[in-house]
């Protein structure tokens, strides 16, 4: 890595210890960052780091990945002569003809101070451009940006919300989530939002694995307050992504996230009144700004 050698030997974890979520905290010293922020700069910085991780070999993986995610929510319209004309009304419900992704991402960090997440925002990115996804597509909220950050993510393209949805984000077509390394709530709140069948099959998630968040809690804990993280361990497909060990902090833990119709045979067909949304009156780390009380 060109500038960056020292910077990734701070930030390398010790073997054997569990990488934690995100800080949730705003930096206090958000002010000073930004009076210095070079917005040039920083994107310069930005598309160069695109440019290394572009050439690593685990990036090629991320991409096929991707591919084969994207293919399982905008089914290909090849052979229609052949199909059935029930299949064909079918499948004109499930997604509109020319269709693309778009993305949310959340939980990012700052970027501009912190390696692993402009790391993060360098695969973001590289994933847009290959998913063919427009970058004004691709809507991106932290409330530990700064100003000047809104600004450099603004002047790549991307679209800067200015309202913490919580993760609570309904889907209208295929999305793309990206959420590196971001508390269990947000996770939960966005599977709480879009519990039926018409919506989870159009999600894409790549951040955490749902496998590796029950491991790492008490079932009974993780059942009581995480329950639709839980409920989708079993009706979720789950795809590991390769991560090289000098970026342990950066990608850890890492798994493309689908929701295949083959899978939600017999999915509860609950009402939204029916189902409860996520309080999280037991959990004392919540590891979430709530909507209340972010900036």
């Given at each position: 890595?060109?500038?960056n ?11 054997g210890?569990a ?5 949730l905290?705003?930096?206090s010293?958000?002010?000073?960052c930004e009076?210095q922020?070079?917005?040039g700069?920083?994107?310069?910085r ?7 991780l572009?050439?690593e ?8 990945q991707l591919?084969?995610?994207e293919?399982?929510v905008?089914?290909k319209?090849e ?6 004309p ?9 997604v509109?003809?020319?269709?693309q ?7 990012l960090g700052?970027?501009?101070?912190c390696?692993?997440?402009?790391y993060?925002?360098?695969m973001?990115?590289l ?7 427009p ?6 909220y932290?409330?530990a940006?700064?100003s ?5 993510l603004?002047?790549?393209?991307l679209?800067?919300?200015?309202e913490?949805?919580?993760g609570?984000?309904l ?17 939960n709140?966005l599977l709480?939002?879009?519990?039926n ?12 694995s ?6 790492r ?16 361990v079993?009706?979720?497909e789950?795809r590991?992504?390769?991560c090289p060990?000098?970026?342990i902090?950066?990608f ?5 996230i ?9 999915f509860?067909?609950s ?24 900036s």
């Open positions: 890595m060109s500038d050698a020292d910077e990734w030997q701070v930030a390398r974890r010790r073997k210890t990488r934690k979520s995100k800080s905290h705003v930096p010293n958000s002010t000073f009076e922020l070079d917005i700069k920083t994107v310069k930005i598309r160069d780091t695109v440019s290394e572009s050439c070999e685990f990036w090629q993986e991320w991409k096929e591919r084969v995610a293919s399982a905008i089914p319209r052979n229609k002569e052949t199909e059935e029930t299949d064909q009304l079918q499948k004109s419900r499930d509109t003809p020319g269709q992704l778009e993305c949310v991402c959340y939980g700052s970027f501009s101070s390696v692993s997440a402009r993060q925002l360098a973001l990115l994933l847009l451009d290959s998913g063919q996804i970058l004004k597509d691709c809507s991106i932290d409330p940006f700064s000047g950050e809104k600004d450099v603004r002047e790549l393209g679209t800067v919300l200015t913490n949805e919580e609570k984000h889907v209208s077509g295929p999305t793309l989530f990206y959420l590196m390394h971001c508390g269990k709530a947000l996770y709140n709480w939002r879009n519990w069948t018409q919506c989870l099959p159009w999600m894409i998630i790549i951040g955490n749902f496998n590796g968040m029950r491991d809690t008490i079932d009974r804990e993780f059942k009581r307050d995480y329950s639709y993280i839980s409920q989708a079993s009706v979720c789950e590991q992504l390769p060990s000098r970026l902090d950066v850890s833990d890492t798994a493309v689908t929701f295949p119709n083959s899978r939600l045979d017999g509860p067909q009402s939204r009144v029916e189902l409860a949304e996520p309080q999280y009156e037991h959990c004392t780390d919540l590891e979430i700004i709530r909507k209340e009380t972010s």
